[in-house]
């Protein structure tokens, strides 16, 4: 069965304390990975697609990785308007329907 | 680009009665939409998925009754909560993909909170 596990599911960060969220799955044939960016009250907000392992993006302060069985998110010198709920999410390869298999998120807090 | 909006934001109703919500894609056009409902903390859960001209592909568990789902254009899909309840009450989220080969990104809209009284 296809399955995406997010960790932490919270994170308390001080400002300037990098540290990295991680997304760990197991899908029949990656199409992609996903991540998202959720703040409260709000969809999803596109961050990043990765399809292959070794595969890396960067944007702004967030930095994204995969291997074979996750994928991690790295947050350098987070800033209080970086807290919010990250979202995981896989494509199987074997779906024609392109739909996501999402984790629960990691809800992350950068205090001041 | 790839801008996905939804109306109304959100919506208040009585129970017995019908809400329609819509979803457009602003600047693309969308092969693929999907319909998911999120409650409290939790993550997102896909009710459905709908081709352009083509009947809604529906989760398990989900009342393809209840919620009828139509894709009538590459810019627009709505979802009509009919005989809405107040377990019904949630928030509706809707996305859209441009189709293809590789792995198709998702663009969410804002959401619509639903509120049956």
């Known amino acids: 069965e296809d399955q995406v596990t997010q960790s932490p599911e919270a994170l308390r960060l001080q400002e300037g304390e990098s540290s990295s969220l991680n997304c760990s799955y197991t899908v029949s044939g990656l199409r992609g990975l996903f991540w998202y960016r959720q703040d409260p009250g709000k969809g999803p907000e596109f961050l990043f697609t990765l399809y292959s392992a070794g595969e890396e993006k960067e944007k702004e302060r967030l930095k994204a990785t995969l291997t074979k069985k996750e994928s991690f998110l790295h947050i350098t010198a987070p800033k209080p308007e970086d807290s919010a709920t990250y979202l995981c999410?896989?494509?199987?390869?074997?779906?024609?329907?392109?739909?996501?298999?999402f984790g629960s998120g990691t809800r992350l807090l950068v205090r001041p | 680009g790839a801008v996905v909006s939804q109306h109304p934001s959100w919506v208040i109703c009585k129970s017995g009665t019908s809400v329609k919500i819509e979803c457009r894609s602003l600047?693309?056009?969308?092969?693929?939409m999907f319909w998911y409902r999120q409650f409290p903390k939790q993550s997102l859960m896909l009710m459905a998925t709908?081709?352009?001209?083509?009947?809604?592909?529906?989760e398990q568990g989900v009342e393809k009754d209840k919620f009828l789902i139509n894709h009538a254009s590459l810019t627009l899909s709505t979802l009509t909560v009919t005989s809405a309840h107040p377990e019904d009450s949630s928030f509706y989220i809707c996305?859209?993909?441009?189709?293809?080969?590789?792995?198709?990104?998702?663009?969410f809209g804002p959401g619509t909170r639903l509120l049956v009284l």
């Open positions: 999410a896989v494509q199987a390869g074997g779906d024609s329907s392109y739909k996501l298999i």
């Open positions: 709908s081709n352009e001209g083509s009947k809604a592909t529906y």
């Open positions: 996305s859209a993909s441009g189709g293809g080969l590789a792995g198709e990104t998702q663009y």
């Open positions: 600047d693309f056009q969308a092969t693929t």
